[in-house]
């Protein structure tokens, strides 16, 4: 007995179409914090011309995340994935998206990729920030991330729907349940800051070490320059109150020298 199609529009879980042509899929699970859901989310951009997966997926999730990508690409081919980095939530799935779409080229900083996938080499594309992805009618601007994970962390933006992918970055951490995982940052409460804080440390690691507040003119100059309409960070509620929200992220990454005074 097959599955019924997905359902793109808000359901409670996903996935979710936060645009018609951006799909916002993963899974959550439960968080190390009781009554915590974390999400481990993944994106499906179509261009005019081209489609971009934007990370891959947490593996256990590989049956349900795949038949989300097969509805919404709906007979389309998957042209690119873009690995944010390296890390299992965000490259676990690379091999296995490159099986069911052999002609698709993973690009990114793709500088250690060789090593776990050498097969694979000849279908890597590194790129740099500032590099742009032709989609068609949008491009996919990479960027540096000014919050990072693992150094072969990059950022990306969506030209047309203006969305700003954040990999670990400004993740919108909250207490929710079963019913609430497919929520925008403008349908579910503030985020905890203690929770936040939590999440930073335990994914970035360097802010309890680091006073992240050198770092906040260069996240307002970004974010004044492209005007995101979204931040889609792969752990947490998509945002669509970027200016409401920002405050909220710098209180949760500022943990280190200097936290006090934030």
Not at 71 to 81: H, K, M, Q, S, V
Not at 159 to 170: G, H, V
Not at 213 to 227: H, N, Q, T, V, W
Request: aromatic content about 10%.
């Amino acid at each position: 007995m097959t599955s019924p199609a997905p359902d793109f529009t808000r359901t409670g879980t996903l996935p979710r179409a936060i645009t018609p042509d951006c799909l916002w899929t993963g899974r959550c699970l439960p968080s190390s914090v009781p009554d915590m859901h974390a999400h481990y989310a993944l994106y499906l951009l179509k261009g005019s011309e081209k489609t971009v997966l934007i990370d891959t997926g947490h593996p256990i999730h590989w049956a349900e995340v795949r038949r989300d990508v097969d509805a919404f690409l709906a007979g389309r081919p998957l042209d690119y994935i873009f690995p944010t980095h390296s890390e299992l939530p965000h490259s676990g799935l690379l091999e296995r998206w490159m099986r069911e779409f052999p002609q698709a080229v993973a690009i990114g900083d793709m500088r250690d990729y060789p090593l776990y996938h050498p097969q694979l080499a000849h279908r890597f594309r590194q790129v740099e920030p500032g590099d742009r992805l032709d989609l068609g009618d949008r491009e996919l601007l990479f960027l540096p991330p000014v919050w990072r994970d693992l150094p072969d962390t990059l950022w990306a933006f969506d030209t047309k729907d203006r969305i700003l992918f954040l990999s670990d970055a400004c993740a919108y951490f909250h207490a929710h349940v079963p019913g609430q995982c497919d929520h925008l940052s403008s349908e579910i409460a503030p985020p905890d800051l203690a929770i936040m804080r939590d999440f930073n440390d335990k994914a970035l690691h360097w802010p309890k070490f680091t006073d992240s507040r050198p770092s906040f003119p260069e996240i307002d100059e970004l974010l004044a320059r492209l005007r995101p309409r979204f931040l889609a960070g792969a752990h947490g509620c998509v945002v669509d109150t970027p200016a409401e929200a920002l405050p909220l992220f710098k209180r949760g990454i500022a943990m280190g020298p200097g936290a006090a005074a934030t």
